[in-house]
C-alpha cells in the first residue's frame, strides 16, 4: 500500500513538474513571437511551393528527354550545336546593348533637366516621360507597324530600310524601358549636396568640367543600376520582339516557339536556362553595385536648388519638348489606329474595333479577366508582401529563418517571366502534384504575377519600414504593447503612401504583363494581353491596338486614384511629416 501511495505521489509530482515546465516555455515564448512564427512558416512554405520549386522542375526537364528519361546535358549539347542558337543569342546580346546605351543617355538627360534646372512644366514632363509604364510592351510594337510598317504613314522615313527586324525591336525596346530608366535616373539625381557646386564656383571651375567631377560621380551608381536594368528588361522582353522581330530571332522568342510552336519543353527549359544566365548576371551586378554605394548625402549636407540659367533651361526644354513628343505620338498612333475602320485601305473613324464581341470569340472576356486578375493581385499581394516584408524587417526573433527568407525574396527579381512562367508549366502540369487542380484558374495567373512582381513590392516595402524611427518598436516592447498592435495603430498607417504605391504596381503591372502569362491562361482565364497578341497574329491590327489601348487607360485609372487616394489620405495619416 505505501509503495503504490509513493508511486502516486511520485506520478502526481512529475505531472506538476511537467505542468510548471509547459508554463514556464509559454511564458518565455510570447504571444508575438507565436504570431511571428506561424507568418515565417507560412511564407516560408508559399516561396518555396511558387518559386523554389517551379525553378527546380525547369532544371530538372532540361536534362530529360520527351519520355521524362535522365540524359544528362545531351539537351545541352544538341542545342549548343546548332548555328540558330548563336544566332539568336548574338541577337539578343546585340539589341541589348543598342537599347542600353540608347536608353541610358536619353534617360540621363530627360532625369537631368527634371532635376537640375529651372525649366517650366516640369510635372507635365515627369507625367509624359513615365507614361509608356502603363502601356503592355506590345503596344509601342503595334504603333511602329502604324508608323513605319509596309503601309505606314511615315515609311519614308525610313528610306529602304524595314522596321520589321532589329530597327523595330531596338525601337519599341526605348519606348517601353525608357520611363524604367528615367524613374530611376530621377531618384538617384535629386538628392545632391549644394556644397560641392559652392566649392566647384569658389574654384572657378567651368560647367563642363563640373559636371564630370561633380554631377557624374555622384549619380553614377544610379546609372550603373539603369544600365543594367535596363539590358535585363530588353533581353527578357517577349511582346516587342514577338510583333515586329520579323524573322530576327532572340532567345524570348525562342522559348515561345520552342513550347508553344514545337511543343518541345525540354529544349524549352534549355533555352530557358540560357535566358536565366545574363538575367542573373546582371542582377548580380546590380546587387555588387548598390552594396558599393554609399550615402553622399548627411544630415550636415544642403540640399542643392538650381538656380535659373536660361541657355541651360532653354536647351532642357526643348530636349524634353522633343521627347515628349515623340513618347505622344507612339502613344497617340496606337489610338488613332484602333480607330482607323480597316488599316490602311479604309480609314474613316469607328469604334467598330472596339467592339470585341464580334471581332473575337473571347468578346470583352479578356479585358473582364485582367480587371479580375489584376485587383487580386492588388489586394492579395500588397497583402502578402507589406506583412512578409514587416515580418523579416520588424521581427523581434528567428533572425536566422529571416535572414534566409530576405534572399529568397529578391530571387523573382532575377527570373525573367517567360522562365517563371515556364516553370510553373512544369511544376504544377503534373498530376501527381495535389496543386494541378489550380493550373489555367485564375488563382493560378493571380499566384504567378504576385511571385513575379514581388521583389520590387518587397523593396518598397522595405525601404518604407526602415523609416519608421527604431524608438518606436523600442518603446512598444518596453511597455510590453503586442507588436500586432504597434502594426495595425502605427506602422500600416505610416506607411499607406508606400502600401497605395505597392498596390498600384502590382495592378498596373498585372494589366500589362505577357512574358509571364502567355503560357498559363486557359479559355476562360485569357488576359486582355495575351488577347492582344493573339488579334495581332490573326491579322486584325487594329482591334489589337484598340485593346492594348483599353489596358493603357485601366491602367492611367488606376495611378488617378491613387493620386487621388493618396491625397486624401495624407492629411490624415502623413501630417506628422510636415512638422
Not at 483599353?550 to 495611378?559: D, E, H, P, V
Request: hydrophobic share 50%; glycine share 6%.
Amino acid at each position: 500500500m505505501n509503495t503504490r501511495t509513493a508511486n502516486m505521489r511520485s506520478v502526481m509530482m512529475s505531472t506538476a513538474r511537467l505542468q510548471q515546465q509547459t508554463q514556464s516555455l509559454f511564458h518565455r515564448i510570447s504571444r508575438d513571437n507565436l504570431v511571428l512564427f506561424v507568418l515565417l512558416a507560412g511564407l516560408s512554405a508559399l516561396m518555396i511551393l511558387f518559386i523554389v520549386m517551379p525553378l527546380w522542375a525547369m532544371l530538372t526537364k532540361s536534362v530529360q528527354n520527351a519520355q521524362g528519361e535522365f540524359v544528362g546535358l545531351a539537351n545541352f549539347a544538341h542545342y549548343f550545336s546548332s548555328a540558330s542558337l548563336w544566332h539568336s543569342l548574338g541577337n539578343t546580346f546585340t539589341v541589348g546593348l543598342l537599347v542600353t546605351t540608347v536608353v541610358g543617355m536619353l534617360a540621363f538627360g530627360y532625369a537631368y533637366a527634371l532635376t537640375r534646372s529651372c525649366m517650366p512644366c516640369k510635372g507635365l514632363f515627369q507625367i509624359l516621360g513615365t507614361a509608356p509604364i502603363l502601356a503592355p510592351s506590345l503596344l509601342p510594337a503595334i504603333s511602329l507597324i502604324f508608323l513605319f510598317g509596309n503601309q505606314g504613314v511615315a515609311k519614308h522615313l525610313l528610306g529602304e530600310q524595314s522596321v520589321y527586324g532589329m530597327m523595330g525591336i531596338a525601337l519599341g525596346l526605348i519606348f517601353w524601358t525608357f520611363p524604367h530608366a528615367l524613374m530611376i535616373l530621377t531618384t538617384a539625381m535629386r538628392t545632391s549636396d549644394a556644397r560641392l557646386y559652392e566649392a566647384a564656383r569658389a574654384l572657378k571651375t567651368s560647367p563642363m568640367k563640373t559636371f564630370f567631377l561633380v554631377t557624374l560621380p555622384a549619380a553614377k551608381y544610379g546609372l550603373i543600376s539603369t544600365l543594367i536594368v535596363v539590358f535585363t528588361l530588353v533581353i527578357t522582353d517577349f511582346g516587342v520582339p514577338k510583333v515586329i522581330g520579323g524573322s530576327y530571332n532572340v532567345l524570348a522568342t525562342d522559348i515561345f516557339k520552342q513550347v508553344v510552336g514545337q511543343q518541345n519543353f525540354a529544349m524549352g527549359a534549355v533555352t530557358s536556362l540560357i535566358l536565366l544566365f545574363p538575367a542573373l548576371l546582371a542582377f548580380t551586378a546590380n546587387r555588387w553595385v548598390q552594396s558599393k554605394q554609399k550615402s553622399l548625402f548627411d544630415t550636415r549636407s544642403v540640399p542643392y536648388q538650381p538656380e535659373p540659367h536660361p541657355v541651360r533651361d532653354g536647351l532642357c526644354l526643348l530636349y524634353c519638348s522633343v521627347m515628349s513628343i515623340a513618347v505622344l505620338a507612339v502613344l497617340g498612333m496606337a489610338v488613332y489606329g484602333s480607330l482607323v475602320t480597316f488599316w490602311p485601305w479604309n480609314k474613316a473613324l469607328t469604334l467598330n474595333n472596339y467592339n470585341f464581341t464580334e471581332i473575337s470569340t473571347y468578346g470583352w472576356l479578356p479585358y473582364v479577366n485582367s480587371l479580375t486578375m489584376a485587383g487580386w493581385t492588388a489586394l492579395i499581394g500588397t497583402v502578402v508582401i507589406f506583412i512578409g516584408a514587416y515580418s523579416m524587417e520588424k521581427g523581434r526573433a528567428f533572425a536566422p529563418i529571416r535572414q534566409v527568407m530576405q534572399v529568397i525574396s529578391v530571387i523573382p527579381m532575377a527570373v525573367p517571366g517567360m522562365v517563371l512562367g515556364l516553370g510553373y508549366i512544369f511544376y504544377f502540369n503534373d498530376a501527381n502534384n495535389p496543386l494541378n487542380v489550380l493550373y489555367g484558374t485564375m488563382a493560378f495567373l493571380v499566384v504567378n504575377t504576385v511571385v513575379h512582381y514581388y521583389t520590387v513590392g518587397h523593396m518598397t516595402a522595405l525601404t518604407a519600414l526602415k523609416q519608421l524611427p527604431a524608438e518606436i518598436e523600442a518603446t512598444a516592447a518596453a511597455i510590453k504593447l503586442p507588436q500586432y498592435k504597434l502594426f495595425v495603430k502605427v506602422t500600416v498607417p505610416v506607411c499607406l503612401p508606400a502600401i497605395l504605391d505597392i498596390a498600384t504596381y502590382l495592378f498596373v503591372n498585372a494589366l500589362t504583363t505577357t512574358s509571364a502569362v502567355v503560357f498559363l491562361y486557359s479559355t476562360d482565364t485569357i488576359p486582355a494581353s495575351v488577347s492582344v497578341l493573339n488579334m495581332d497574329d490573326a491579322g486584325q491590327t487594329g482591334a489589337a491596338a484598340a485593346m492594348a489601348v483599353m489596358i493603357m487607360i485601366s491602367a492611367a485609372t488606376a495611378k488617378i486614384v491613387q493620386l487621388t487616394l493618396g491625397k486624401l489620405l495624407e492629411n490624415r495619416t502623413q501630417a506628422w511629416r510636415k512638422k
